[in-house]
Nanobody
Framework: QLQLVESGGGLVQPGGSLRLSCTAS????????IGWFRQAPGKEREGVSC????????KYSDSVKARFTISRDNAKNTVYLQMNSLKPDDTAVYYC????????????????????WGQGTQVTVSS
């Protein structure tokens, strides 16, 4: 079966860290740009980060830059999002999406562009 699965979410105190994983089964990510999005209750889905198919080009939203790091291991068919210095405003369901193109263009943060989505993983930052 074809699956894109996020994992690694959980409850963490402000200032803590989590590493999210996005792993594909049944298909390859090696020719896909991968995005991370998040959606908090009552909010629109927000682009967080993107990595191109090789892994040598990345993009981040201003709200997470210098705190989050996206990376990929194509041999493991997996993309990661390292989340440091977490804030309560980071609380959301986090989703990965495999795009049908190689690079993260100027619309990398647009959730409406076609792609393959995972089921999401909950991140809660609270004291």
């Amino acid at each position: 079966q074809l699956q894109l699965v996020e994992s690694g979410g959980g409850l963490v105190q402000p200032g803590g860290s989590l590493r999210l994983s996005c792993t594909a089964s049944g298909f390859s990510l090696v020719d896909r740009a991968i995005g991370w999005f998040r959606q908090a209750p009552g909010k629109e889905r927000e682009g967080v980060s993107c990595i191109n198919f090789i892994g040598d080009s990345t993009k981040y939203s201003d709200s997470v830059k210098a705190r989050f790091t996206i990376s990929r291991d194509n041999a493991k068919n997996t993309v990661y999002l390292q989340m440091n210095s977490l804030k309560p405003d980071d609380t959301a369901v986090y989703y990965c999406v495999a795009r049908f193109y190689f690079d993260c263009d100027n619309n990398w943060h647009n959730s409406g562009v076609a792609g393959s989505w995972g089921q999401g993983t909950q991140v809660t930052v609270s004291s």
